[in-house]
């Protein structure tokens, strides 16, 4: 009742002023109003193209040297619903106020630009083909415009007659023009123009985590001398003195792709064109709500292409590698555009209408181009991406075409990499053989090595490196800058060693106070390119624990790929990461730690491989696999464990069960994509087996989502659904300082041999590198392995009982017992005095008396060895059983197969009977004693020599 009751006492005032006034010659020039207020409508979008709703807007603009008060003034179009009242705010001089018929987020913040208030109209407010508008205070008549064929009022603020504006093209302005309306290009929010607005200088200070743009001072001289414009903003062609109407803007659903706003030196986005033409850029510009910035007239973007455009030129090259299409600091622009890092909206606008939009953190946006929440805020250097879906760009225009697809400025995007044919292939593995072929392989090089690992801290290695070095081979290597506990000391002297015999060596590092970002988490990749055709990869650093000459150490798996693709791809991966021009690369000439001081070196005891290396040669197809390039795609690791039909067994470090918070976390909302494929696999009818390590760290009770739950969570459902899958910690019996493992075989013929971990980081954040190999041979080397391990042995030991006490010339068996089953056992070797036998039981008769000291040991499958001992007491033979003392003890006697364990027994049973006999004796010997009062020394002497002592 308030408003009409206002809007009445307006119009009865405006009609009281036009009773007196004086009917004067049409004109479209006005004065400010008659109350020498200096506060005015100032441009009016009443016919934008696209959206009625969302795309109408109006200007106010303050043209005096004072802030003017405009608490509780009303804009309204005199139709009685689609008034505005300002709430309590002043107007500095200089600054616009934007009213939008539709949705958004209102501001009032006029120091970082002009103040945007949203009506929230669900239909048009302004109509095309006439209306006016009117600027209250009260019942005062601040100002008013009208145009096309608006009747409803007719009589202007200052009581002259006023003339409707006439009508506009589509998505063109109204707007005051030094006082004279007229129509204009849209600018919402800044002064208003014929034309596009002027270049202006972008400021060059890229030293903060946000660089401003300055306003424009000038307009700069046209690039093309024989063209002008004309007042209006027509193009003259001064050859000929022809006018020709500027081209409207070319309408396309191009797409925002890729947005980098928490930058160090440069923001960046990348546009998108979907269809099958080219597009003109002409009148598109892109806005943060702001200020707006202006695509060159110039300007397309190719069918099925992207553009991507900077900030700052040089800054995006140094923290992405990559060269801009378009450097905005040297394009048109109005106002400040710059993305907030906590929150803030790009919208991309093909003249007036809003064609996309990115709104994410704490933006209130909610117009055109966006529906719902933002999407969520990225950490510094991080990098959004729209989704991907059925080879398709997502575009619900909410935050599901965004969340969780991110990645790092300069991370590379090498796509899935396969190659088939018959090659030469390796197998190795870690610690029984790692050692011998990798060295083999370094000392095969002829003119060039590049490595790429996360440690480097093997001396004997270091030699092999050197060796290499010293005959002319060129070695470029690329080591981690920053490995959880910092450079290993080792690792620091041995780089300095290596380097002064020549070697480059670079590191990939993190200086975020110099404005220095890494592009991966960790350089987490262990591979070697050797003369351009052959990669090593495999899932151990270059240290004591993954290449042992003594062969202790991890459990790891390897392979030596001969292949010039293969190698040729990966040597452009190493490339890429390596580059000096990058950032995050310093050669060990710029570390901190570097040097002259080479230090010293223990030397390592060397020892037997434990399993042979399998070498095979023929038909295979190798698939490369990189973080977080291709690491999910389904051409890879998925892919592969969804086609098993038959078995999938895995072998890591860690697993968590699921992604995302390891403490607020779930596997409903943050599934662990590799294990749930590989609980799928024991849905679809596959033998499902998984091994994890058994480090404190990986089964600590305090954790919930360590490799015992995982192993808990796997089993549970195996059970709960009747699958053939297990899970399980490795055992101690193995003796592996830790699994660190990172493999998978899928249907005994194919392999994953990598550096990949199964945590979130490792595929999304680190650059991590392996390969899958399909080849029967290869996979069942690895699958013998698995077997193995998969064994849960306790620690090996051995006994063989008490000792024993016989007479000459009677058969002792001995039998060892085993902690381990008798499948495990690889060998048993007795020793007694200086012979030695190779035989699983010992059964012996000795001929002479007195105590013999028997050995055994006994070896595993693993590896490891156990031993035992017992003493054998051998008394004289009884008179009637007495032999010839000049033979030697006899050797082992065949036993029957099915003697057991239980023999000793009798052995032992044996032994109490003869100790029974010798008691008894010696009661006769004191009963005899007894008897006899004396007896001599020497028969004393000769009574105890009938006795052998103990040795």
Known sequence: MKSIMMKTTALLFVFLLGMGSVMGAATFTTNVSSVGISVRINEVMYNPTGSEVEGEWLELFNNGSEAVNVTGWVVTDQDGSDDFVFPQMEMPPGAFVVLHAGSGNNTTDF??????????????????????????????????????????????????????????????????????????????????????????????????????????????????????????????????????????????????????????????????????EEVSLLKWSFSDGEGTVFLPDNASIGPLSHLTLAQNAEGYFEESGLVTDLNWSAMKHSGTFRMNNNGDELLLYCGSLVVDAYVYGDSEYCGTGWVGEPALPFHSTQVAHRAIENGSCMDTNTSADWDHIISGIGRSSFPPFSVSGRMNITAFSSPDNSYEVLAGAIDSANYSILLNVYEFTSYPLSNHIISAADRGVNITMLLEGGPVGGLPEEEISLCQRMHSAGIDIRFMVNDYANKINDRYRFDHAKYMVIDGSRLVIMSENMGSDGFSPAHTGNRGWGLVIDSPELAGYFAQVFENDSASDMRDIAHIEDMPFYSSDIGFYPHQPVTSPIIEPMAYSGNASVTAVLSPDTSLSEDTVLGMIKSARKSVYVEQFYIYRHWGSRYTGSVSQDPNPYLEAVIDAARRGCEVRVILDNTWYNIDPNSSVDNDDTVEYVNSLAEEGGLNMKAKIISDCHNFTHLHNKGVIVDNRSVLVSSINWNENSVKENREAGVIVKAEPVASYFVSLFEKDWISEPLLSVTLGDDVIMRENESVRLVPRFSVSAA???????????????????????????????????????????????????LPALAAHAKNNTSSLSGPKETPETVGPESSEGIQSGAVSIVFLLLAGVMAVFVTRAIKPTETDEDEKERKEEVPQHS
């Not at 302004?126 to 100002?143: P, R």
């Not at 070896?859 to 007491?873: N, P, Q």
Request: contains cysteine.
């Open 111 to 276: 120091d970082s630009g002009p103040a945007h208030f949203y009506l929230f109209k669900h239909s048009a407010f302004l109509s095309n083909t006439g209306d006016d508008i009117c600027l209250m205070n009260g019942s005062a008549v601040v100002d008013y415009v009208a145009y096309g064929n608006s009747t409803s009022i007719d009589r202007s603020p200052d009581l002259r007659e006023f003339i409707p504006v006439p009508a506009v093209a589509e998505n063109e302005t109204i707007g005051r023009l030094n006082d004279t309306w007229g129509h204009c290009i849209p600018t919402p929010g800044f002064e208003n123009r014929e034309e596009v607005p002027p270049v202006s200088e972008a400021s060059n200070d890229t030293g903060g985590a946000e660089s401003t743009v300055s306003e424009p001072e000038s307009a700069p001289q046209s690039s093309n001398a024989t063209d002008t414009e004309s007042p209006l903003g027509d193009v003259v062609d001064n050859t000929t003195g022809n006018y020709s109407k500027p081209a409207e803007a070319e309408y396309a659903p191009l797409l925002i792709t890729d947005v980098y706003y928490y930058s160090l030196l440069s923001e960046s986005f990348t546009i998108y064109n979907p269809t099958e």
């Open 824 to 874: 495990s056992v690889s060998g048993v070797v007795w020793s007694v005095g200086n012979e030695t036998y190779d035989c699983s039981q010992l059964n012996m008769s000795f001929p002479a008396s007195g105590t013999y000291n028997i050995t055994v040991v006994v070896s595993d499958i693993y590896g490891r060895t156990a031993h035992s001992f017992v003493s054998v007491v051998v």
